[in-house]
């Protein structure tokens, strides 16, 4: 059973346009969410991540939001920029526990 | 610069045989880990461990084992390789401090022929 889901397998953004990754998950017991980038032949890169104490952390071009009535968090990225163009994961972490449950991903594609 | 290692880019290997994916860190972190990732399922996670000699099942362990014998190496093993292992296989490890987020190696892309 998918706890974290990420239903938008790709989604295409003009450059300098907004891009908005969309992640739901299932368990209210999540208490940190995390969004990582991979390119192709990579290992995943952290990018920003919130406590499910905060409903948005800023950094830099990227924002990420959390509902929790919704279960739901959100990653803004703007401008969208031609190096952006990757795969991008959500991922929770049980409170208490360390290991994350990733999403199954949205290849994101930035049109220059 | 601080990294995960893992030890092959590439590997092909036959149905049957026994693999041994090797994964080294320099960050004496004490949580490890192995996920592999497939298109449309994401990144699953293996088999974990929080400790050297200690090891823990993920979701998906069926087929695999674990081996933490030193706190910087954490190898995977496939004990008969079948061809539904054909997968990317992404080591990572944390701090174990309440630093939740992992580090990840390059991967390594495995076929079993």
């Known amino acids: 059973d998918q706890q974290v889901k990420q239903n938008s397998p790709s989604l295409s953004v003009q450059e300098g346009r907004i891009s908005i990754l969309n992640c739901d998950y299932t368990n209210s017991m999540f208490d940190y969410f995390l969004w990582y980038k991979k390119y192709p032949a990579e290992g995943p890169t952290f990018l920003i991540s919130i406590s499910s104490i905060k409903d948005k952390n800023e950094d830099g071009r990227f924002t990420v939001f959390l509902n929790k009535s919704a279960k739901h968090l959100s990653l803004h990225i703007v401008p969208s920029q031609p190096g952006d163009s990757a795969v991008y994961f959500c991922a929770a972490r049980l409170f208490g526990n360390e290991k994350l449950t990733f999403g199954t991903g949205t290849r994101l594609t930035i049109i220059p | 610069d601080v990294k995960v290692t893992q030890s092959s880019r590439y590997l092909v290997k036959r149905t049957g045989e026994k693999v041994f994916l090797e994964c080294v860190q320099d960050m004496d972190h004490e949580n490890m880990f192995w996920y592999r990732q497939d298109p449309g399922l994401g990144l699953r996670l293996i088999y974990f461990s929080y400790d050297v000699k200690m090891k823990e099942k993920g979701d998906i362990p069926e087929g695999y084992s674990v081996s933490r014998e030193k706190k910087e190496r954490f190898s995977l093993i496939l004990e008969s390789a079948s061809t539904n292992q054909t997968s990317m296989y992404l080591c990572?490890?944390?701090?174990?401090?309440?630093?939740?987020?992992?580090?990840f190696g390059s991967g390594t892309q495995l076929s079993v022929l």
């Open positions: 990572a490890s944390s701090s174990g401090t309440g630093n939740e987020k992992l580090l």
